[in-house]
């Protein structure tokens, strides 16, 4: 697929006020709206371990791939959702503002 697609790692249905996504071929969180991107590409055609970690204390996005911090975002207020449904591999439906599913195989999936 091309790089210039976004697709949802984990996301809320209704209104994707929570999401974690490759942009354009970049790792990348958002809570509701405000958005934090890794600068660092996501190799196509292979595996990577992705984990998206936020310290509440500090109002902080890390976002780590294959094990290394690859960005930080500060000032990013903590996500307060009303909905507390999560699908993983998708987000709200296309037509209600979504963005693509997941295209592939998600494996050692944790959310803690």
Known sequence: DSLTQVYTILGTPVDNSLEMVVWNGFLGVSFD????????KVPKGKWVEAAFVYNMKGWEHHIYQDG?????CKDQPPYYGENNLLFLGRSAEVADGGIQPWRGALRHVEVL
């Open 68 to 72: 290394k911090l690859v960005k930080t």
């Open 33 to 40: 709206g405000l958005r934090c991107a890794s600068d660092v």
